[in-house]
C-alpha cells in the first residue's frame, strides 16, 4: 500500500515531483486514473472532489480526510491551516480537534497526554481507534441483553401455543407445534449498530494494532447479527438510564455508519474513503467553540433561515442563510465563519477579504439586524492573521468584524472591546 500526504488544494501528478511538500505529490496512474473517474462523478452531485488541470495534473478541492484507490493508494488531505510549509504531526493534530469538538465526540480514552501526539497515522486510523477503545470499555462493562418474543414452528412445546395458527396446521404437519416465547440475548438495535460498525472498520484499517483488537472484539460479539436496517435501528436506539453506558459509542457508529448526512453533518465515508468538507469542519468548529463560550441564557440559531433578500408580491426570494444568530440579553448578533487565510498586513489587497462576503453580510444586516448592530466574521487564525482587524462601519450603527480563532487553542482572539461581549476573557 502507497500512503501520500498532502493537504488542501494540493496537486497530484504521476511524474515525479520534489520530496518534502505537502502541495504537490506523485501517485500511481491507476490511482490517478480513478481520481478522474471519481471527480466526474462527484461533479455530477454537484460536489466536485479534484480539478483536473491537464492530462498530468489534478487539483485536490476543499476537502480532508482519506482517499484510498482500488489499486491501494491511500491519499490523507490534511487542512492548509497556514500559508507556508506545516508539518504533518501539527496539521493532524489540528484537524482531529476540529472533527472532535465540531461533531461532538466523546473525549478520547487514550490516557496518556502524548499519545495524540505520537499517533502517526491518517485520521481515519484515529476515528477506528477511538470507536475500539470505546467498544473494547463497552464490552468489559458488559453488553446490555434484553428478551426479545420469537415466534416459531418446532418439535416440541415451548412457551405459549399460538392455538388459532395451530388449528390451522395442515394434516401432514400437525405434528409440529405453532409457539411463542421470550429469548434473553444480546439481538437489540444498539449492539446490531455496533456489530455492524465493527465490521466496517475491521475490514478498512490497514493499522496492525487496529486490526488485531478488531478481530478481538469481532470473536467477542460474533452471536450478534450487523444490522441491516442502520437508520432504523438509531431511531430505536435506547437512551433510558440502563442505556447510559452505551452514550459514548453512539457517536462513533454514527460517524462509521455514516448516518450523518455528509453536507450537514460533515462526514462521507463510501468504500475506505473518508471525507469532510472543510468549510463544514470549520463552520461546526467555530459554533463548538461559541457554545463554549455563550451564557446560560443566551441562545444560537445555526443556519437562521427566517429572512428574505426580497419579495416580489407575496413570493419571497433569496432566502438569507447566516450560519448563526446568537440573541442574548435583548440583543442580537451575526456570525459567519470563513475557512480562508487572511494577511493582516495587506491592506492593499484589502487582507484577502472577499467583496462578496461583504455584501451577503451586509444583506444579513438588513434582514436579521434592521440595519443596526454587529456582524462578525471568524477565519482560522494563522501566521499572517493574529489579531481581530479594526472594525468595518457598514452603515451608521451597523458594524463588522473579523477575528481570528485559534485552531488549536479553541479561543477567539478580539480587541480589547470584543465584539461578542461574552468572550471578553479570551485572548487579546
Known amino acids: 500500500m502507497k500512503l501520500v500526504t498532502v493537504r488542501e488544494h494540493a496537486r497530484l501528478t504521476t511524474g515525479p515531483v520534489p520530496a518534502g511538500s505537502l502541495d504537490a505529490a506523485g501517485i500511481p496512474l491507476s490511482a490517478f486514473d480513478w481520481l478522474c473517474r471519481e471527480a466526474q462523478r462527484h461533479r455530477a452531485g454537484g460536489a466536485p472532489l479534484v480539478q483536473v488541470e491537464d492530462r498530468r495534473w489534478l487539483r485536490i478541492d476543499n476537502y480532508v480526510g482519506v482517499l484510498e484507490s482500488p489499486c491501494g493508494t491511500r491519499i490523507e488531505i490534511l487542512p492548509k491551516h497556514v500559508r507556508g510549509e506545516s508539518d504533518v504531526a501539527t496539521a493532524r493534530r489540528v484537524l482531529v480537534r476540529m472533527l472532535r469538538e465540531g461533531l461532538r465526540l466523546p473525549r478520547p480514552r487514550i490516557s496518556d497526554p502524548t499519545a495524540l ?6 485520521v481515519s486510523e484515529w476515528i477506528i481507534q477511538q470507536f475500539l477503545l470505546e467498544l ?9 441483553f434484553d428478551y426479545r418474543l420469537v415466534e416459531e414452528e418446532v418439535r416440541f412445546l415451548r412457551g405459549r401455543l399460538q392455538i388459532a395458527r395451530q388449528l390451522r396446521q395442515p394434516v401432514g404437519r400437525q405434528h409440529l ?28 484499517t490497514r493499522d496492525p494494532a487496529n486490526w488485531r483488537l478488531a478481530h478481538e472484539l469481532e470473536h ?6 450487523p444490522s441491516q436496517d442502520i437508520a432504523g435501528d438509531f431511531r430505536r436506539w435506547s437512551r433510558d438510564r440502563l442505556m447510559a453506558h452505551y452514550a459514548g459509542i453512539r457517536p462513533w457508529c454514527e460517524l462509521v455508519l455514516g448516518d450523518r448526512n455528509p453536507m450537514s453533518a460533515l462526514g462521507e465515508w463510501t468504500g475506505r474513503s473518508l471525507l469532510f468538507p472543510m468549510e463544514k469542519v470549520f463552520e461546526s468548529f467555530v459554533e463548538a467553540c461559541l457554545r463554549r463560550h455563550l451564557p446560560p441564557a443566551a441562545k444560537i440559531r445555526s443556519q437562521a433561515a427566517s429572512q428574505y433578500l426580497c419579495h416580489q ?10 450560519d448563526f444568530v ?3 440579553e435583548d440583543r442580537k448578533w451575526v456570525v459567519d465563519a470563513k475557512w480562508k487565510l487572511l494577511d493582516e498586513t495587506d491592506a492593499a489587497k484589502n487582507y484577502g477579504l472577499s467583496q462578496g462576503d461583504f455584501y451577503q453580510l451586509f444583506a444579513y ?11 462578525v466574521l471568524v477565519f482560522p487564525a494563522s501566521d499572517t492573521f493574529r489579531h481581530s482587524l479594526d472594525t468595518f462601519d457598514m452603515q451608521e450603527g451597523l458594524r463588522l468584524d473579523a477575528i481570528p480563532l485559534d485552531l488549536e487553542g479553541g479561543r477567539f482572539i478580539t480587541l480589547e472591546q470584543s465584539p461578542l ?7 487579546h
Request: net charge negative; aromatic share 8%; hydrophobic share 40%.
Open 117 to 122: 501526539e505520537t499517533f502517526d497515522a491518517p
Open 136 to 144: 473494547d470499555g463497552l464490552v468489559r462493562r458488559g453488553l446490555r
Open 177 to 204: 407445534f405453532q409457539v411463542e416465547h421470550q429469548v434473553f440475548d444480546a439481538d437489540r438495535p444498539e449492539n446490531r449498530l455496533i456489530a455492524a460498525a465493527l465490521l466496517k472498520v475491521a475490514g478498512m
Open 220 to 225: 467477542q460479539l460474533a452471536e450478534i447479527q
Open 313 to 322: 408580491g407575496k413570493r419571497p426570494m433569496f432566502q438569507l442563510c447566516p
Open 326 to 328: 446568537i440573541e442574548y
Open 365 to 375: 444586516g438588513q434582514r436579521y439586524l434592521s440595519g443596526t448592530g454587529q456582524l
Open 421 to 427: 461581549p461574552f468572550l471578553q476573557g479570551e485572548v
